[in-house]
């Protein structure tokens, strides 16, 4: 097993956070509630360890293999014509024997197998014992190899196995960190929709506040006959659009905070218990990404994403499954060597059992078997094969459709940032204009010189101006997160594995 468990290493940076506003939720404990608690990294934590239990399980293959057994048998028979010959007084043969062995086989990667065995037998009978033959022991020791001629024969094929589940492992390992990557862009997307909300939020309540005032202030002309009716009338409507556009404000603030929390893995009956945002919307980066750059761009992503890296790994992984499934199509022909001594004492006793080099004995014996085994059409291997095959093909036939996706996505999140920075610009001049408009409508209209309608004009505009110029630093804040996951860069390598860095979400350089 190559690879190590994953760590993330989340460093906040207060350096955007106003003082004294620590009580709120900042974009870093935000991220840091998703990695602890966010469903999606937590199931593909569980898939990292199931890949390295798959590792464990393709290793066994080198195990030592240990064996015991242990054996009784009482026999009683009628007795053959010799054996009534040589023993007349006995009628019937009853024997009696017991054994015991013990055996250990080891693996190599060349797929040689070394064994060793040692095993003791005791042997009485009746009719042995009626002409004075006392009852044996004897005892045998064993060592040899066993070589696989086809099937399991060759390091290539012995540890394709083992490829396959280490490939697949790090795999996972990739695909963690591209999914950890994802829930980072999703959640700082959430946290700055939450922001925007809240903002917007405060823009309508302040609206809704300055029409009441509004209202208050038309009454009393009303009453002093400073105005006619109808402008009282239009000050209520505008008043009530006001009180509604706050409560439309209201909700889109509850689902932005339950969205958030759901990413955060906050427990649904504790949404509302969520701080508001503290952070500020990040500032538009000076240097924009150039287009004549984006082929270069896509380039480097694909060398950056843990995605891709992830498809390519599984892809070899597949094509060490394609040389398991070959192996299994060979046929099984193994040849085994042993070269053992046996030993022979009469009688029987706990000590010959336990010491069976120690009963006397005769030269070496040695033992060749040869044997093959193959069935006929072979057609669980060859559908294996062709498994094998066709999933490997599925996956190179996804790599290269990610490896589009990846193009499209980095093209388009270049361009989305650029035009987020564009209109982010443009909205901040309109705020400015449409706030001093307003101004000199309020004064026109104490002059005399434009009517309440103006006035409410303006305002309406300039409030919408106001939302909307929140909604474009939302969508450039959004557009920083999703370029830097597009690239790849959005999670930094480290000791740790990687580190994820609140000001890495606040700002965007050239790549």
Known sequence: MRAARVWVGVLLCAAAVPAGAQSGLTLGRALQAALADNPDVRIVDVRVTGA??????????????????????????????????????????????????????????????????????????????????PSQTTGRVALGVRLPLARGSGEQFVEAGIRAAEREFDAANAQRRYTVSLAMRETAAAYWEYLARSRQLEIAQAGERRTATLVDEMRRLLAADEIPAADLDLAIANA??????????????????????RLMGVDPVRLAAIPPPVNEFPAAAAALPDPVRIPALVEEAEKRRDDLRAQDLRIEAARERILVARDGARPLVDVS?????????????????ANPFNMGGSGPSVAVQLGAQYPFGNRAAQGQIVQASASATDLEIRRAALRTEIAAGVTSASDGLRRAAQQLAASRNLVGHYAKALESERTKRRLGMATLIDVIAVEDRLQNTQLADIDRQRNYAIAVARLK???????????????????DFLEYRVQ
Request: glycine share 10%; aromatic share 6%; no cysteine.
């Open 240 to 261: 009530t659009e006001r009180t509604n556009a706050r409560i439309a404000a209201e909700q889109a603030l509850l689902d932005a905070r339950q969205a958030l929390g």
């Open 337 to 353: 060597v042993s070269v053992g001594v046996s030993g022979l004492r009469e009688g029987s006793s706990l000590g010959t059992y």
């Open 52 to 133: 390295a239990g798959a590792v464990t399980q393709a290793q066994g293959i080198y195990d030592p293999l240990f064996t015991a057994f242990a054996s009784r048998a009482d026999d009683n028979r009628p007795l053959t014509a010799a054996e009534g010959t040589v023993s007349p007084i006995v009628s019937s043969q009853y024997s009696r024997s017991s054994s015991i062995g013990l055996g250990l086989e080891q693996k190599t990667t060349s797929g040689l197998s070394v064994f060793g065995t040692a095993s003791a037998a005791y042997n009485e009978d009746r009719v042995s014992e009626a002409v004075g033959l």
């Open 485 to 503: 996951h597009e690239l790849g860069t959005l999670l930094r390598p480290g000791v740790a594995e990687f580190e994820i860095r609140e000001q």
